[in-house]
């Protein structure tokens, strides 16, 4: 399903290169129909935001929220795991249901970033990727809800995921997720004292960036459109 690499894009850092391809998002988020309309329509200001706004204003945006937020974490492990030995083990499990999967990881990416698990799903039919989606599902109701009270654009696209994997935040561990205080991601003292332990160290740098990203927004700019929609009421 093109839309789990339609939704990993826009959860990617901000380039040229996604700017670029809002129209190819658009077109694969309004054939699929994956995405109920409400959260398909709720999509359009990020979509438009991305499309037309300085690059380094959208890079400062994605940064102050996605990295220097550790609440907003895109590793999905790290709000469950912290920093533990739980999450290394986590990862490998993950990393072999991958490989089952026929996915291989190649970018330097945790295997728990959220646009890689996205990608991943990506390639598995529609019933288990949505079923893969709501072992996580607290966590997104986390994130979209800790998105939404900042009233950031990005909202959406976790409220989309949460609708997809039918995840509710009625489940104990959604509770306590949401009753975790957020970080102030301009709170820099308090920051430094977050990530003064060591750190996980899991395969390459983290931090360098998302090579499959990157991969999946040059796939989407050169595929050719999708054929109109059995969903095309999806936007």
Do not use: W
């Not at 200001?45 to 690059?55: F, I, N, Q, V, Y």
């Not at 004292?193 to 996980?200: I, R, S």
Request: proline share 8%; charged share 25%.
């Amino acid at each position: 399903m093109k839309t789990f690499r339609a939704l990993s894009a826009l959860l990617a850092y901000p380039s040229a290169e996604l700017q670029a391809a809002v129209p190819a998002i658009r077109r694969v988020i309004a054939a699929e129909g994956v995405i109920p309309p409400g959260q398909a329509t709720a999509l359009e200001p990020l979509l438009d935001s991305l499309a037309t706004g300085d690059l380094y204003d959208l890079e400062e945006r994605y940064v102050l929220l996605f990295d220097r937020s550790r609440s907003l974490s895109l590793n999905l492990f790290e709000h469950i795991h912290g920093e533990s030995r739980d999450r290394g083990s986590a990862m490998v499990d993950l990393l072999e249901t991958y490989r089952a999967g026929g996915f291989d990881l190649t970018g330097p990416e945790l295997p728990d970033h959220l646009p890689v698990l996205l990608e991943f799903l990506s390639t598995q039919p529609l019933a288990e990727a949505r079923a893969i989606l709501a072992d996580a599902g607290h966590i997104l109701v986390a994130l979209a809800e800790r998105l939404r009270r900042r009233e950031s654009l990005y909202a959406p696209v976790l409220a989309a995921l949460v609708a997809i994997a039918q995840a509710t935040p009625d489940s104990e561990e959604a509770r306590a997720l949401l009753a975790e205080t957020d970080d102030d991601p301009t709170d820099l003292a308090a920051l430094d004292a977050t990530y003064a332990e060591a750190q996980v160290v899991f395969g390459p740098d983290p931090n360098a960036g998302c090579p499959a990203a990157r991969e999946v927004l040059a796939r989407m700019s050169t595929a050719p459109a999708p054929a109109p929609a059995r969903a095309a009421a999806a936007n």
